[in-house]
């Protein structure tokens, strides 16, 4: 049977005997050696794939535990402001626990992200505005009686974010010499080094921001002002920034040598490693955050369009090459 994320690590979460477990087998996802990536970079490379989550990013071990939190303090309604997958989480653990979602989307999100927290029955507003105008009209929202705030402000969304810090030390059978992962919000990286802390453990934490941080073509990091940017400051995080052109070469290559398909966002930490020596030998892992699937529109301009044939075997063969 499916382990829910919460009973694995439930001595770990702010959880007891009578919190209902909202679950849809997040976690326990793969963490991938990468021997031929890792090769042409010069670092010993395994990729955390959380695309593997139900919905699609590593957002939901968060949201298990948000929205269980939520139910057992008998919220009326949960509600969040995001670039588009902790929208889709919200919308998708709600509906499990038969609770009520407001998403506030920036306009512009990414098409898939939208498409399932409609499907998935979310009240899904589209905010004119920026992300950031989003995020402070959610949190007023959220003061008010029955209202329940799902963004990582919410300490249950790092509780369960620093999960996959446990399953990757457990995995490895060790601590890697760094960790690497996207730098939106901070969110993560502020999970990350509470997981670290409860290990204690020292090993540094890169995140890895969009140098244009609000134009940046990858749509889930496109935050100007990081709502945990102090806490992030005070982690002792190495903070990194890469070109949009810099997560393209890294975003394909993952697909087309490792076969993972993944959103933009996700590719900025190989993009980091590839234009840098810094970690030369050591061993990463890279924390690849959500599936390609989320952002149809960014594969349709950046990979290649189908040619198309008759249906006759000699024009196909051809074709192909
Ligand atoms: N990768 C993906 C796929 C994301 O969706 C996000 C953030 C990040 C990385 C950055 O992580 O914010 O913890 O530093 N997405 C948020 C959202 C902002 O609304 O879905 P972070």
């Given at each position: ?193 509470k997981a670290l802390d409860e290990l204690s453990l020292s090993a540094p934490v890169y995140s890895v921001e969009a140098a244009d941080r609000p134009r940046t073509l990858a749509s889930?990091?496109?935050i100007e002002h990081p709502a945990h940017g102090e806490r992030v400051a005070a982690s002792g995080a190495r903070v990194h920034a890469v070109s949009d052109k810099e997560i393209v ?23 980091f490693l590839r234009g840098s020596d810094e970690l030369r030998g050591a061993r990463v892992v890279v924390t690849v955050t959500g599936h390609g699937l989320k952002d149809p529109a ?24």
């Amino acid at each position: 049977m499916t382990v829910a994320l919460i009973d694995r690590y439930r001595d770990r979460l702010p959880v007891s005997d009578s919190t209902p477990i909202v679950s849809l087998g997040e976690g326990s996802t793969p963490l991938l050696h990468a021997p031929r990536l890792g090769r042409e970079l010069g670092v010993d490379l395994w990729l955390k794939w959380e695309a593997s989550n139900p919905t699609g990013s590593y957002k939901d071990r968060g949201m298990t535990v948000a929205i269980s939190k939520a139910l057992e303090g008998r919220a009326r309604a949960v509600v969040c402001a995001s670039t588009g997958n902790t929208s889709a989480s919200a919308a998708a653990y709600a509906a499990r626990a038969g609770l009520p979602a407001i998403v506030l989307v920036a306009e512009g999100a990414a098409g898939g992200k939208l498409v399932q927290a409609r499907a998935l029955g979310a009240r899904v507003l589209a905010v004119r505005g920026s992300f950031d105008q989003a995020l402070a009209a959610a949190r007023q929202l959220g003061e008010r009686e029955g209202y329940v705030l799902v963004n990582s402000l919410n300490p249950n969304r790092v509780e369960g974010q620093k999960t996959a810090v446990f399953e990757i030390v457990e995995g490895l059978g060790g601590t890697p010499d760094a960790f690497v992962l996207p730098y939106g919000g901070g969110g993560n990286t502020t999970a990350y080094r509470k997981a670290l802390d409860e290990l204690s453990l020292s090993a540094p934490v890169y995140s890895v921001e969009a140098a244009d941080r609000p134009r940046t073509l990858a749509s889930a990091i496109r935050i100007e002002h990081p709502a945990h940017g102090e806490r992030v400051a005070a982690s002792g995080a190495r903070v990194h920034a890469v070109s949009d052109k810099e997560i393209v070469t890294a975003w394909r290559e993952l697909a087309r040598e490792e076969g993972m398909f993944c959103e933009p966002a996700s590719a900025t930490g190989l993009a980091f490693l590839r234009g840098s020596d810094e970690l030369r030998g050591a061993r990463v892992v890279v924390t690849v955050t959500g599936h390609g699937l989320k952002d149809p529109a960014a594969a349709d301009t950046h990979a290649p369009a189908p040619v198309v044939v008759d249906a006759d075997p000699a024009a196909i063969a051809e074709a192909a090459g």
